[in-house]
């Protein structure tokens, strides 16, 4: 048969079978990500070559009425997110693949009324299971976790503003910031800030409490406005101008976009990086490492975080519905220490 004519008319399994040279059953494993050890590589890439040439689509509706079990997963974001929780995504999608799942992700931005939509285009979709990335928000984080009664399956990377009894995974934010201020105190930083926005959520409480701990340990004085908060990233670069009269030596900032923000003002200012004062990133993006000077910071093991995220759910789906409070899992980051310290 004419290849134009099967693309016409919707190419099937058995069109992509023909076309890759392989059984109907192999096109089946490797599209729905099922036993790919069924499949060799080479006969995995033709197959894929095969399904995008013939333009082939899985038919959705009829794979949920004969599906035993949903192979699909529930995802939120927020669009704006740390590239931490985009590189989070990314790895999560790389690995429910290579279980047998697929990623349907929701994506949007401080809007409690797009998560209800996601929510309920999950539950149309017959999904039980979600990772949720997306709900610590000032304004309504707190009605986020009900949401998600309705799945059996849950897991949330960093612990909501409301108790849940659903698995949490989080950086450890209070050995982070114990160590890292514990490191700058011994490199002779005696007068540390930490400028980050005001969450009131356990990012925001954790760190503060390590880094007074820090101070407590290294028998050195520390004063209450070493924690700087801020409502927004935008009034965090104007108060810098009334932070720097303080004579800190060393500023925590809470990610990579304003610390080129900091270094650009500092070196206007006449202030050298690292002699005048140390700059030490919360959350150090992947390009922060190509500042001059390099930005130290937090690498939050993304790698780490989604393993420990999916093992979580994998679990989960394993005992079923038993119903049981998980302990926050905590995530220590590897501390980058660079020039700009």
């Known amino acids: 048969m004419d290849k134009t004519a099967i693309s016409e008319k919707k190419a099937t399994l058995k069109d992509v079978a023909r076309e890759a040279g392989v059984s109907v059953m192999t096109v089946s494993y490797v599209l729905n990500g099922k036993k790919l050890t069924h499949a060799s590589e080479e006969n995995q890439r033709r197959i894929f070559a095969a399904a995008r040439k013939l333009s082939y689509r899985p038919n959705l509706n009829a794979r949920r009425l004969v599906a035993p079990k949903n192979n699909l997963i529930g995802l939120l974001i927020d669009s704006q997110a740390p590239a931490f929780y985009k590189d989070v995504m990314m790895k999560l999608e790389r690995i429910a693949f290579t279980k047998g799942y697929r990623l349907q992700i929701g994506m949007m931005h401080e809007d409690l009324q797009s998560i209800r939509h996601y929510i309920d285009d999950f539950l149309g979709s017959g999904i039980d299971s979600v990772i949720c990335l997306s709900h610590n928000y000032p304004e309504f984080g707190g ?104 004579t800190p030596d060393a500023l925590i900032i809470h990610e990579d976009e304003s610390m080129f923000w ?9 202030y050298r990086v690292p002699q005048d004062i140390a700059l030490f990133s919360a959350n150090l993006g992947r390009y922060g490492k190509a500042a001059t000077p390099g930005f130290s910071g937090f690498d939050y093991n993304s790698e780490v975080m989604s393993r420990r995220l999916m093992d979580h759910l994998l679990d989960s789906m394993k005992r079923g519905d038993e119903d049981r409070t998980t302990p926050c899992d905590l995530v220590p980051a590897n501390i980058i220490w660079q020039e700009s310290c």
């Open 143 to 246: 009605q986020i976790p009900v949401l998600f009664e309705s799945f059996k399956h849950v897991v949330f990377l960093e612990e909501p503003q409301q108790p849940t009894h659903f698995p949490v995974v989080a950086t450890d934010h209070y050995t982070n910031y114990f160590n890292a201020v514990s490191e700058l105190l011994r490199r002779g930083r005696r007068r540390i800030f930490s400028c980050r926005r005001h969450y009131y959520d356990r990012a925001f409480s954790e760190g503060r409490r390590g880094l007074f701990a820090a101070y407590e340990a290294a028998g050195i004085p520390a004063e209450e406005h070493f924690w700087w908060s801020s409502d927004d990233s935008e009034t965090a670069k104007r108060e810098l101008s009334q932070l720097l009269p303080e």
């Open 262 to 270: 900091a270094l650009r003002v500092l070196n206007k200012l006449g």
